[in-house]
């Protein structure tokens, strides 16, 4: 399995980017599709999952909303209202495991090289 995410860039708060990620290398729909972020210093934490619905962080539930198109193989997070804390590299992730939607890290051992996203104040 390979992951490609794409879309990251510097935005300013309160504006909405786009992240996408190129699943390939398997059958799609059987994996959780996992996007996380890690912000410097900090620990990489979950945002929201793909497995059947959608499941979210708390932090970013009601901005942020995961989408996927299993005839195009691609996960998609598509981010609004955009805060300076939303400043992370933001990595896609697969999981075979259905308690992948949990959130735990653990659980997913495919993962994207990453994008980084800037928000601006």
């Known amino acids: 399995v390979q992951l490609q995410a794409s879309g990251g860039g510097l935005v300013q708060a309160g504006d909405s980017l786009n992240l996408s990620c190129r699943f390939s290398?398997?059958?799609?729909?059987?994996?959780?599709m996992g996007w996380f972020r890690q912000a410097p210093g900090k620990e990489r934490e979950f945002v929201g999952a793909s497995g059947g619905r959608s499941y979210y962080a708390d932090s970013i539930k009601g901005r942020f909303t995961i989408a996927r198109d299993n005839a195009k193989n691609m996960v998609y997070l598509e981010m609004n209202s955009t805060k300076p804390e939303d400043t992370a590299v933001y990595y896609c992730?697969?999981?075979?495991?259905?308690?992948?939607?949990?959130?735990?890290?653990?659980?997913?051992?495919?993962w994207g090289q990453g994008t980084l996203v800037t928000v601006s104040s």
């Open positions: 992730a697969a999981s075979l495991n259905p308690r992948a939607v949990s959130g735990s890290r653990y659980r997913y051992n495919k």
């Open positions: 290398g398997s059958v799609f729909n059987r994996y959780v």
